[in-house]
């Protein structure tokens, strides 16, 4: 398998920091007993990345954009209420409100996003 390159694809920046410096690559190092997919795409600036089982499925999941307005800023963050909650310390997201989560070895959170309506239930059997 040749290593593909960023600039065989058309890669977005990334959705978290929106860093332009974006890598595409097999594994190769083995993921310790556990299942990963072959192919990984990250953003080499906050370290975020996915993998996939090929590099046709990784490239479509990176450039997916959920239909939002996009990651703001954790200080603008709104009060007592819960929204979607990004931080790179463990490249991950959570649902909450983020001032509930505070102290040594918590996650600091960076960014925030406002939760997308739930699905219509209309039609459906109760």
Not at 65 to 72: K, N, T
Not at 85 to 93: A, G, N, T
Not at 109 to 118: A, I, K, R, V
Request: aromatic share 10%.
């Amino acid at each position: 398998m040749t290593t593909p390159t960023p600039q065989d694809y058309a890669l977005k920046p990334c959705p978290f920091c929106a860093g332009a410096e974006i890598f595409i690559e097999p594994d190769e190092r083995g993921s310790g007993g556990q299942w990963v997919g072959p192919v990984h795409v990250g953003c080499k600036a906050c370290g975020c990345q996915l993998c996939a089982d090929d590099e046709s499925k990784a490239v479509a999941w990176w450039n997916r954009r959920a239909p939002q307005s996009g990651w703001l800023s954790i200080s603008e963050a709104p009060q007592g209420r819960d929204v979607l909650l990004y931080s790179p310390r463990y490249l991950d997201l959570t649902i909450g409100d983020w001032r509930h989560y505070c102290g040594i070895n918590q996650p600091r959170f960076t960014h925030y996003q406002e939760l997308p309506p739930p699905p219509s239930t209309k039609g459906e059997p109760t």
